[in-house]
Each structure stands twice: as structure tokens, then as C-alpha cells.
């Protein structure tokens, strides 16, 4: 019926594109190697999922995933069908790199050929190097204690100096091999989410949870500080073993980091301390990194100005990916420093043992909870581009991921069609984003929550392993054909009260 409906629609028959995007903006959906490939033994998330001494961390293991590993021309056969023209998709350190300084050549061929069938449905891959994955060999979790000094089997994580470099040799040796198909390259997918879930609150690996000064002093700055300087190393080894034009736009090798950014807003607006803390938990959470690798400036002591100068890691990002999922207020908090404000996140509250009534923070209206237990803002998308575009002026910024986890397909329509509603008002505005890519092309393995959310434009029976479109997927797929929004979808999907994300 839908489809009948916009197959009919045209100008003419007075359905306009009414928010029209600037030509040559790009389409797209995500995925991570992780989430989706299955079957992936040889890194520290399997062990996460898997080892005694982390039961109950993950819901479930990864096992099978989506089964993308084989399945990646059928899963591209349902992107072409929508129009996309970009996919994010990353390499699996652990897979082609399984032992320190040891290239599998099956493993490098297999990505040659996933990223050849992209390029031959047109599609132009954006390749990420490290999302949020790392091999045993650089951290054994079975021997996180790393008492016997770091071996090359086990070189006890990030802080190791030797870390930083053995991940740049990595990125070059993949823009080696596959510069020729690709011309955008993300070295790492949401550091600081990466940092904080790991070394904060313990819902990544290495699983360390200390939420006091002495906890951030001691694991999170060390390890933020590694990895923007393996971001420098891995942007110049890129940009040195990258020399041609894949697709002949004159762009050789555009090299950045995805960058993870939500609405944070002081619980009461009227009150200076909220406002206060609401800045320095969005330094912490949105901006320390983009920082650190394009300002050169890091906030050791959290306090929301980053006052100490790094000139070895400033300008090593031409393209800042920002992915957007939800909105979270902020209150003043003074019994928690060094931020001294508490965030209205009922996951990390529960990780502190308390709730959000604890501390006076609202609960958000039902049907905005989506399944992931954090609230859903559709114009937070728009609305971030103009203060990162102020604050990194001169890049490229680019939504690698949006979405919304969902069991309802209207719900993700209606979530895509508000957010891009936004977009295209920033756009207006002149913020300079160049294109929307959705997470995610398939439902996937969500992490610590296992396969519960369901973020894919198309769904997975994980039983069959069959996927089946979303209403979402329809309406990206009408949007990306007219570059825009058309009079028919926005009245069906852009105003009005929305459906509940479901359980
Ligand atoms: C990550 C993805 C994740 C998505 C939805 C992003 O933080 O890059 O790996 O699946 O959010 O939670």
C-alpha cells in the first residue's frame, strides 16, 4: 500500500519534496565487524562474552551474530535496493592480525572481496579500523592483571606504548591493500564511549568499573591519552600508504573518527550549576576526544575547559563522523567529583546502585523510552551539528550513525523522518554535514544488551537468519531516491504524536 503510494507520487500530482537535501549528499547504513560477522574467536569481546570471571556482563554471547561474514551479498543486495550510495563497515584487527605481526592473507582477502562487492553495486565503503574491538594479543583478558610484563601475546592493553604503533602498522598495512577501493578511512569508532563504557563503568571490556577521581585519573585519561596517539600514528600511516583514487573524485584518502555526541541539557535551565555541569559532562562525554584530535587539547582534570596543549595529536581528522542516539539531562552534583554533576542516565545511575528518582531526575515519557532505556529526542540530530561545527570549524562532519531501537517499523519511520527533518534545517542553517548514515542496516548484536534491540532497517530472525524489511527501510529508501522528504511521508511520518519504540 505504501509502496503503491510513493510509487504514484510526483510533483505533479502535488506531492513536492518539501525539505530537499543539496545534491551530493550522501545515503548510506553502518554496521561494525563485531555486531554482525559472527564467529570471531581471537578478540577481547569474545572473551568478555565468554569467560567465567565476566558472567552476566553481556546478556548473551555474539555466538553467530547476523552471520554477515557470508551472507554480506545479500545484506549489500537490500542497501542498493533502498539507493544508498555509502555503507560503513569495519575490519576485524583480530582477524587479520589474529597473532602480534602475523597478516592472515584469507582474512585480507575476504575484506577485499566484501569491499569489491559494495563498490560493484556503486556503493562506496567507509571503512573503520578499530570499533570498539581489540585482539587478545593486545590485551588478554584471562590475564588482565598482566603481572609477568607485556609479552607478544599479551602487551597489557592500551597504555602500553608498543599499542598505539602496533595499531597504525595495522591501518597502514589495510590502506596498503585496499587504498585502491577505498577512499574513507575512520580509525576509531566512539574512543570515548569506548574509554568510559571500558575503564569507567565496566560495561565494555576490560570491564573496569571505578566511578571516583582516583578511577578517571588512573584508567580513563591514560587510555584516552593512547589512543589519540594511536589516532595520529594510524591518520599518518593512512594517509602515507593510501595514494589513489578509488572512485576518481579526487579524493585519495579523507581520514577521521567517529565521534558519539547526544543532547545534554541541564535538568533545570534556570539554575547556573545545572548549566555548569550539563557543559562539563558534555566535555567529558562529547567533545574530549574531537578535542584531543583536531583542537590538540586535552581536560585531565575534567573540570570542562581543556586547558594542556597536545600539538602531536592536533589535525589528524578531515572527516568527523557524529552519531547521535539520545537526550540526557544533567544536575549539579557536588558529592561527585572531579564533574560535580550527575547525568539523568538510568543505566549509569543503576551502576552507582540508584535510580533516577534518587536525584530528582525526570523519567521520561513512556513512549520515548526506547529499548535501550534511554530516551529518544528527535531533534538533538539537527541541533548538534551547529555547536561541533563552531567548535572544529573548517571539518567535515558527517552522521555515520542515527537510530533508534525498535520492534516497531512505523516507530522507526517516524523516528528517521523527524531526525532528518532537523538535519535538513541545520543544513539550511549552514552547518556543514554531508550526508546520513543510519545505524543500522540490520538488526545486530547490541553489545552488553545482546540481541534484545533492534536497530536494523531490516529486522533478523535469528533462528532462519532471514531478514525482513522495516517500514523504516521503506522510507529511507523513498527518502534517499527523491534526496529529500516528500509532502506524502512527512504528513504519514513527521508530525503528529509518534508510536511507542515497543519492548
Ligand atoms: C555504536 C554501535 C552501537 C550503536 C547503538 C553506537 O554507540 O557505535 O556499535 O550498536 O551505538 O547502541
Not at 543539496?22 to 574467536?41: C, I, L, Y
Not at 569467560?51 to 547476523?66: I, N, R, V, Y
Not at 587504498?179 to 573496569?208: H, I, K, Q, R
Request: with cysteine; aromatic share 12%.
Amino acid at each position: 500500500m505504501l509502496i503503491l503510494l510513493f510509487a504514484c507520487a510526483d510533483e505533479d500530482s502535488g506531492d513536492p519534496v518539501i525539505y530537499a537535501f543539496p545534491e551530493g549528499f550522501r545515503w548510506g547504513a553502518a554496521s561494525a565487524a563485531h555486531q554482525v560477522e559472527g564467529g570471531n574467536t581471537n578478540n577481547n569481546w569474545y572473551q568478555f562474552e565468554t569467560l567465567p570471571e565476566f558472567a552476566g556482563k553481556t546478556d548473551e554471547p555474539s555466538g553467530a551474530a547476523t552471520e554477515f561474514y557470508t551472507r554480506y551479498e545479500a545484506d549489500f543486495d537490500l542497501l542498493e535496493r533502498m539507493g544508498a550510495d555509502v555503507f560503513r563497515l569495519s575490519i576485524e584487527w583480530s582477524r587479520v592480525e589474529r597473532s602480534r605481526d602475523t597478516w592472515d592473507e584469507a582474512e585480507w582477502d575476504h575484506y577485499r572481496a566484501v569491499i569489491e562487492a559494495l563498490r560493484a553495486r556503486d556503493i562506496e565503503p567507509m571503512v573503520t579500523l578499530h570499533h570498539f574491538t581489540d585482539p587478545i594479543w593486545v590485551q588478554d583478558l584471562s590475564d588482565l592483571d598482566c603481572e609477568a610484563g607485556p609479552t607478544d601475546t599479551n602487551m597489557c592493553g592500551w597504555t602500553n606504548p608498543e599499542v598505539p604503533a602496533e595499531f597504525a602498522e595495522f591501518s597502514g598495512e589495510a590502506a596498503t591493500r585496499l587504498g585502491d577501493l577505498v577512499d574513507e578511512w575512520s580509525t576509531f569508532n566512539e574512543p570515548g564511549g569506548y574509554v568510559l563504557s571500558g575503564y569507567l563503568g565496566g560495561a565494555f571490556p576490560p570491564g573496569y568499573s571505578n566511578l571516583t577521581v582516583d578511577g578517571i585519573q588512573e584508567n580513563v585519561i591514560p587510555v584516552m591519552e593512547a589512543l589519540a596517539t594511536a589516532n595520529a600514528l594510524a591518520y599518518d600511516a593512512v594517509k602515507a600508504a593510501d595514494r589513489s583514487d578509488a572512485n576518481s573524485d579526487n579524493v585519495i584518502a579523507n581520514v577521521g573518527f567517529t565521534n558519539s555526541i547526544q543532547w545534554i541539557v541541564p535538568l533545570d535551565e534556570d539554575n547556573p550549576d545545572d548549566v555548569a555541569a550539563a557543559e562539563r559532562i558534555q566535555s567529558l562525554y562529547g567533545y574530549a576526544f574531537p578535542d584531543a584530535v583536531i583542537l590538540g587539547k586535552l581536560d585531565r582534570d575534567l573540570d570542562g575547559t581543556p586547558e594542556e596543549d597536545h600539538p602531536e595529536w592536533a589535525n589528524k581528522c578531515d572527516l568527523l563522523g557524529y552519531q547521535y542516539y539520545y537526550r540526557m539531562p544533567v544536575k549539579y552534583q557536588a558529592s561527585f567529583p572531579p564533574v560535580e554533576a550527575i547525568p539523568c542516565d538510568a543505566s549509569v545511575l543503576e551502576a552507582l546502585g540508584m535510580s533516577l528518582s534518587d536525584f530528582g531526575c525526570p523519567e521520561p515519557h513512556p513512549d520515548d523510552i526506547t529499548q535501550m532505556g534511554y530516551e529518544h529526542y528527535s531533534p538533538g540530530l539537527g541541533l548538534l551539528a551547529e555547536p561541533m561545527a563552531e567548535r572544529y570549524p573548517g571539518v567535515q562532519l558527517r552522521v555515520t550513525e542515527a537510530g533508534i531501537a525498535t520492534t516497531t517499523g512505523k516507530r522507526r519511520a517516524e523516528s528517521i523522518v523527524r531526525q532528518l527533518v532537523g538535519l535538513h534545517a541545520a543544513i539550511e542553517d549552514g552547518q556543514p554535514v554531508d550526508g546520513y548514515i543510519h545505524w543500522s542496516l540490520t538488526d545486530n548484536f547490541e553489545w552488553a544488551e545482546g540481541f534484545r534491540p533492534r536497530f536494523g532497517l531490516y529486522s533478523v530472525d535469528y533462528d532462519t537468519m532471514e531478514r525482513s524489511v522495516t517500514e523504516g527501510a521503506t522510507v529511507l529508501g523513498q527518502i534517499i531516491k527523491d534526496n529529500g522528504i516528500r509532502q506524502s511521508v512527512y504528513d504519514s511520518y513527521g508530525v503528529g504524536e509518534h508510536l511507542s519504540p515497543g519492548e
